[in-house]
């Protein structure tokens, strides 16, 4: 391990440390996920000098078991890009069920570090091919539901890969669909229909044998009603890790932007999961969905009573008031940068949700939600 000074840029106050940090002399002073309040403590502590330990390069290539901090955006965005390749193969991969289940740990790891910020990518939206990012977003409802639920993060693994994996058989039509205006042709919705069951058949070619995986996928259309395909089964008969990939699956598709319709508020779609779905989908998971994403899910925009604009940052103890980061200030202009409001306070309650295309704004995750692109610091996390 290598002591290295901390740099104030490093460091957002208000946000938990992403390392524990330490004085001169070596002696811990603050551990990770701790939070310096203020700039004024920030800089009172920079004066006395702060460092951190980390891995020499050369350590971290000689290890690479090593557990290193990793910040949740580029690990995310690796596994789009690992799923991606993963799930464009057009021949069988004998690697697969081995490198989905390390993606699967990978994200694991991503939302324990930070739920919120990993949670805000699904109301973020799609800036990367639609199937994967749908499918991770899936897999992302299904690690916070079965924690709830009680699942160990090991036995959590098959129904994320089953997320990640279930429509490896229709990914181009998936992609076509997302932006198709025209309704389903005939061999739209035959192939539609049938991609559970060619999903599995796909995945034990690439010699995934797991029980739970395998049937998680055929199911993950089925309904409780039993209006669900491809064999209409009801009730008891639906396995649990199928009833939170359909969770997740229809979470991620109504708030999702298509060029056919707008998207639906996240406050809309959850609440539509008791008015109209209530029948369909399981009212347990629903609930534990919305007690974690609270009424304003992470990576919404809302309008505060002062005219602000801001990002929902984190869900925090209180679901009406959640943590938000003003990006547009009350006369309209773009803030330098994001400041962090407490909505329970009168001049910032949250006065409305609004869609992407309304806050009309770019916003920088890494800013929202207090991370420096580790580019900018010249440090690579693994
Ligand atoms: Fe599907």
């Known amino acids: 391990m290598v002591k290295q000074r901390i740099k104030h840029e490093e460091i957002i106050p208000g946000r938990p440390l992403p390392f524990s940090i330490y004085d001169d002399d070596g002696n811990l002073l603050l551990t990770e996920g701790s939070v310096i309040e203020s700039d004024f403590q920030l800089n009172t502590l920079l004066e006395r000098g702060l ?4 891995l020499s390069r050369a350590r971290r290539e000689e290890s690479p078991q090593t557990p290193v901090i990793s910040y949740p955006f580029e690990t995310i965005d690796e596994i789009y890009t690992g799923l991606n390749l993963l799930l464009g193969r057009s021949i069988a991969d ?9 993606l699967c740990s990978k994200l694991q790891d991503a939302c324990e570090h930070d739920t919120d910020a990993c949670l805000g990518m699904i109301a973020f939206g799609h800036y ?6 749908h499918s991770i977003h899936t897999a992302l409802v299904c690690k916070t539901v079965l924690k709830r639920l009680g699942w160990l993060p090991e036995q959590r693994l098959m129904p994320m890969a089953a997320a990640m994996t279930m429509n490896i058989s229709m990914i181009e039509l998936q992609d076509k669909l997302y932006s198709q205006r025209a309704p389903l042709s005939g061999k739209q919705k035959v192939e539609i229909l049938d991609h559970p069951g060619r999903s599995v058949e796909m995945l034990e070619k690439c010699g995934v044998r797991d029980e739970l995986w395998l049937h998680t996928i055929i199911q993950h ?3 409780l ?3 669900g395909y491809p064999s209409g089964q009801k009730e008891d008969s639906i396995v649990q890790s199928s009833r939170v990939v359909t969770l997740g699956d229809v979470y991620g598709a109504r708030i999702s932007n298509r060029s056919y319709r707008k998207p639906i508020l996240p406050t809309d779609a959850l609440r539509d999961f008791f008015v109209n779905k209530g029948q ?6 629903s609930k534990i ?10 990576g919404s925009f809302v309008e505060l009573s002062n005219g602000e604009i801001a990002v929902v940052t984190r869900v925090g103890k209180d679901a009406r008031h959640p943590e938000v980061a003003s990006v547009v200030g009350a006369n309209g202009k773009r803030l330098s940068k994001p400041a962090v409001r407490n909505t329970a306070a009168a001049p910032f309650e949250i006065k409305k949700i609004l869609t992407k295309n309304e806050a009309g704004i770019e916003v920088n995750r890494y800013q929202l939600w207090g991370y420096m692109r580790p580019e900018a610091l010249s440090i690579r996390f693994d």
Do not use: V, W
Not at 280 to 285: A, G, K
């Open 221 to 223: 259309h089925e309904l």
């Open 225 to 227: 009603d039993g209006s």
């Open 51 to 54: 460092y951190c330990y980390r």
């Open 128 to 133: 990367y091919k639609y199937p994967i990012m």
């Open 289 to 298: 969905l919305i007690k974690n994403l609270g009424l304003f899910p992470p």
């Open 280 to 285: 369909c989908l399981d009212q347990t998971m």
């Open 94 to 102: 004998p690697k697969l069920p081995a490198k989905i289940l390390k």
